[in-house]
């Protein structure tokens, strides 16, 4: 089955700096990439997503960027601001009606003010 | 329009025990998926239904078991609890047919096992 590694588990970045959250997955027929940011005792929410027919999509500070290839996707967070604060977990899904979502361990960004 | 809830929120349980979880996804939603959240483990996919079908189901032992009825409320149940079975359960929904659109999650419920 799918295996998502993610990296690194702990990242800790000073406000205004950007910060890079890298994940690698196994199954090349993954075809989404979803992102997903979870503040302490919150729900996960999604953040920006990326298919497999696109290499990069941007929404404001955040963007997503896809090596089908390499088979790894990376998240960048610009311009970091405390409130970037959270557990961020990258997920993979062959899709189709294989409705699954592997998720990676996740990464606590802390940024310090 | 409401959000997915999940009842109840904590739950405190005995080795042993059997323990059943509710999870109501928004209106019109057919897809319900629940995940485990471990410090350690991260987000671990349980099952998924879509119109009352199982469609996937993860690496969990056959305690772990679950429904969904005809108004796309699911429940799952963990039978004989063991104290690893203590985590945070949550349920995601979503609107598609087919993967690759967002799932929405529920606020969990919270599982201790003693």
């Known amino acids: 089955g799918e295996n998502v590694e993610q990296h690194p588990s702990t990242l800790s970045v000073q406000e205004g700096d950007s910060a890079v959250i890298k994940c690698t997955y196994s199954d090349s027929a993954s075809n989404y990439f979803p992102w997903y940011k979870q503040e302490l005792g919150k729900r996960p929410q999604l953040i920006i997503d990326i298919r497999s027919n696109v290499g990069e999509k941007k929404d404001q500070r955040i963007a997503v960027t896809l090596n089908k290839t390499a088979k790894h996707f990376s998240l960048h967070i610009t311009e970091t601001q405390p409130e970037d604060s959270a557990v961020y977990f990258c997920?993979?899904?062959?899709?189709?009606?294989?409705?699954?979502?592997?998720f990676g361990k996740g990464t606590l960004l802390t940024v310090n003010p | 329009k409401a959000g997915v809830t999940q009842t109840p929120r904590y739950l405190i349980k005995t080795r042993g025990q059997q323990v059943t979880l509710s999870c109501s996804p928004i209106s019109g939603h057919r897809s319900v998926s629940w995940y485990q959240q471990t410090p350690g483990q991260g987000l671990q996919f349980l099952f998924e239904?879509?119109?009352?079908?199982?469609?996937n189901k993860g690496n969990f032992p056959g305690r772990f078991s679950g429904r969904q009825f005809s108004n796309s409320r699911s429940e799952m149940n963990v039978s004989t609890l063991e104290l690893g079975d203590s985590a945070l359960y949550l349920c995601?929904?979503?609107?598609?047919?087919?993967?690759?659109?967002?799932?929405?999650f529920g606020p969990g419920t919270r599982l201790t096992v003693t």
């Open positions: 997920a993979a899904s062959t899709g189709g009606s294989n409705y699954k979502l592997t």
């Open positions: 239904y879509f119109s009352e079908t199982q469609r």
């Open positions: 995601a929904s979503s609107l598609a047919l087919i993967a690759g659109h967002e799932q929405y």
